[in-house]
């Protein structure tokens, strides 16, 4: 019985925090037990709903919530990296005192002390009235209870509001909100409210917070929100066979299910498909591996978030770090699928059960790092890197794949496939995609590297491109203009008409090029490379079809009096035009 009303509180949390949020208050308030309902949700689903529905319109939510709750969203949104977000903490207070004021008046003093007397010692002055002195002499910008501790608000300095309207409303809000409170908690308990305004008096701010966040950050560990310092160890890279040589998973995790963390699924169509940790997980019919699965992937994904330094307060931000996890769980798995030498459909299975997930991520993230350190090598030694040239020299897409290289955390360049331009990688075959175009990167610089090119200061009609150099340094070879071959020279628009007259294949649009002129282009680059040519195909083949392919593209449909320089992009132009 206690196991079915737990299912069905499971399956209502789940349908709850999919719904839209104008939908999620109004089905919590009509379930039978919306208290347990709320209570029974982890810290992150019910933060996450919170943000989802609104904080100042989830105050009822907010109410219902369990006390390790509000502790959840006070560790969660009161700081800034490691230091109190003054401007924050005072608006959940408020926010939490609208939703329940007598509960959250006796959890502050009870349960919250450090962090309340710290609260105090940043924001009033405590003057306390001799038994000799007039209540008159003291200032009018003080305020009483008992005529003998006597209380100023302090000004809010240093809010980082950009505007004295937005700093005086929240000033007008704390000081609204803490007058209810201390008022409040004399009724409550006098002896407790003096206690507090002579205790904070004497607070040394800055080691309340030291110890606040000593405090804060063992809670968060339990939750995977590990320090900084510490979270950022996710991203240190293991090879498949030191992922081997790590000890086993231990037992269990605690702790409930995180709903809105879920594990990936196999769905028919899209990435997911292709997602071996989500065919995996798909394929387990152990309901209590699975749960207890869950909950580490929970963990992992709140260190990733740790590593990142995100503030999750959306479902597409929290999307985005579910599916990174995935995805680089998925790479370390096939990527010891790679490394074995036999087959075995349970291998992956064997994998996610014995060893942490952690760790199979930092298999998985290893193999996208090496291709960064790769990149980066390269760039140090490269010709294009020792002429200074941007990386624009190397045109939209491979500039595109070598900017997600070379940022702090490797990204896949998308192009826009699903929707984004950069994305996390998801499989090994974006490794592999990725790696194969920086390979033919590679070869290209070194290929450019051996014919010696000089480049001299010339203003041309587009900017430098790998393709417009090699495309250009050719067509002046055909033509024989250049004294020098080694000299980069734009060419006149009369001089590329006579080139682009030679260059297509007769009586078919779009055109093509010449079979014979892509052979000449091959011979060229033999010789002044001094490679063979069998080598160059070999090599970079590819890349010379995507070229050719390219000027198919732009220019296959234009005719020779057409050519207008503001568009050609491929040849490089002199800007006077003869």
Not at 545 to 560: K, M, S, W
Request: aromatic share 10%; with cysteine.
């Amino acid at each position: 019985m206690k196991r079915d009303k737990s299912l069905e509180l499971a399956a209502k949390r789940r349908e709850i925090l999919a719904l839209p949020p104008e939908n999620a208050l109004e089905a919590i308030s009509d379930h039978p037990y919306p208290v347990t309902l709320v209570q029974s949700m982890a810290e992150e689903d019910f933060l996450i709903l919170v943000h989802n529905i609104g904080p100042d319109d989830a105050l009822p939510i907010l109410g219902m919530a369990s006390n390790s709750q509000w502790e959840y969203v006070l560790d969660m949104e009161n700081w800034t990296r490691d230091r109190i977000d003054p401007r924050a903490i005072t608006q959940w207070f408020d926010r939490l005192m609208r939703a329940d004021a007598d509960r959250f008046t006796h959890w502050i003093v009870s349960e919250q002390t450090e962090l309340f007397r710290y609260y105090l010692n940043r924001h009033i002055q405590v003057l306390v009235r001799e038994h000799d002195q007039e209540a008159s002499d003291i200032g009018d910008d003080f305020f009483t209870e008992d005529n003998v501790h006597y209380v100023r608000l302090r000004p809010i300095v240093d809010s980082g509001l950009d505007s004295d309207t937005d700093n005086t409303h929240e000033q007008e809000m704390r000081d609204t909100f803490l007058k209810d409170l201390l008022k409040r908690i004399a009724v409550y308990d006098y002896p407790i409210y003096q206690a507090f305004l002579l205790e904070s008096s004497v607070v040394i701010a800055a080691e309340s917070e030291e110890e606040l966040l000593r405090l804060r950050n063992v809670r968060l560990a339990e939750k995977g929100f590990l320090p900084f310092e510490e979270a950022v160890g996710v991203y240190q890279p293991l090879t498949v066979e030191q992922l081997y040589q790590r000890d086993p998973k231990p037992a269990a995790p605690g702790g409930r299910a995180v709903d809105t963390y879920p594990l990936p699924m196999e769905k028919a169509g899209g990435r997911a498909q292709e997602n071996r940790f989500a065919r995996i997980v798909s394929t387990l019919q152990d309901e209590a591996a699975l749960q207890r699965l869950q909950m580490e992937f929970a963990g992992l994904c709140n260190q990733v978030i740790a590593a990142d330094q995100k503030k999750i307060t959306e479902k597409e931000v929290l999307s985005q770090i579910v599916d990174k996890v995935a995805g680089y769980i998925s790479i370390g798995l096939e990527q010891v699928d790679h490394a074995s030498e036999k087959a075995n459909p349970y291998r992956g299975a064997n994998l996610v059960l014995t060893y942490l997930l952690a760790d199979i991520f930092r298999v998985g993230y290893g193999t996208a790092l090496r291709l960064k350190w790769q990149a980066e090598r390269w760039r140090q030694a490269s010709w294009f890197g020792r002429a200074g040239l941007p990386l624009s020299f190397w045109g939209e897409a491979w500039l595109g794949v070598l900017g997600g290289l070379l940022i702090k955390k490797p990204l896949y360049f998308d192009n826009y496939a699903s929707g984004v331009l950069y994305r996390e990688f998801a499989t090994l075959a974006d490794i592999h995609h990725t790696e194969s175009r920086l390979e033919r990167i590679i070869a290209f610089d070194d290929l450019i590297a051996l014919m010696g090119i000089e480049l001299p200061r010339f203003k041309a009609n587009t900017f430098l491109t790998c393709q417009n150099l090699l495309l250009t340094l050719w067509a002046g070879h055909e033509l024989q203009l250049n004294k020098d071959a080694r000299v980069l020279q734009p060419l006149s628009l009369s001089q590329l008409k006579v080139f682009y007259s030679r260059l297509w294949e007769a009586g078919q649009m779009p055109r093509l090029i010449k079979e014979d002129m892509r052979e000449r282009f091959l011979n060229w680059l033999s010789e002044r490379s001094g490679l063979a040519a069998h080598e160059i195909s070999g090599r970079m083949g590819a890349a010379l079809e995507d070229l050719f392919r390219l000027v198919e593209n732009e220019l296959g449909t234009v005719a020779v009096e057409d050519l207008d320089p503001r568009y050609v992009q491929l040849f490089l132009l002199s800007s006077t035009i003869v």
